[in-house]
């Protein structure tokens, strides 16, 4: 949920922090930084969705909140959703342990 837009690079994701509601954006779990590869279809679509935050705070899921990103669970709903149509049901992923992470 912290993603921000300065942390596109230009074939990677810098995970430079994380976000919750208690103690707002902070460094990662353990305290260091990361990298995840990125797709060009990915990295353009994150990029248009974080030209579309009305608060010019950074956040690519931004809420209706300036300084915060939206609520986690938005995106849980979402990926069970997905989940669903591609087959997968609620019993499955427990099954699978499928998790947001995964």
Aim: glycine residues 8%; aromatic residues 10%.
């Amino acid at each position: 949920m912290g993603l921000k837009a300065e942390d596109i690079g230009l074939d990677r994701l810098f995970i430079r922090h994380s976000y919750n509601p208690f103690d707002g954006l902070k460094t990662p779990k353990n305290g260091e930084q990361g990298q995840v590869p990125l797709l060009p279809e990915v990295r353009e679509r994150l990029l248009k969705l974080a030209e579309k935050n009305p608060w010019d705070d950074g956040f690519i899921f931004y809420s209706d909140k300036k300084g915060h990103p939206m609520d986690h669970n938005i995106l849980y709903a979402g990926l069970l959703d997905a989940m669903i149509k591609i087959g997968i049901t609620k019993n499955e992923k427990e099954k699978r342990n499928i998790v947001f992470y995964c």
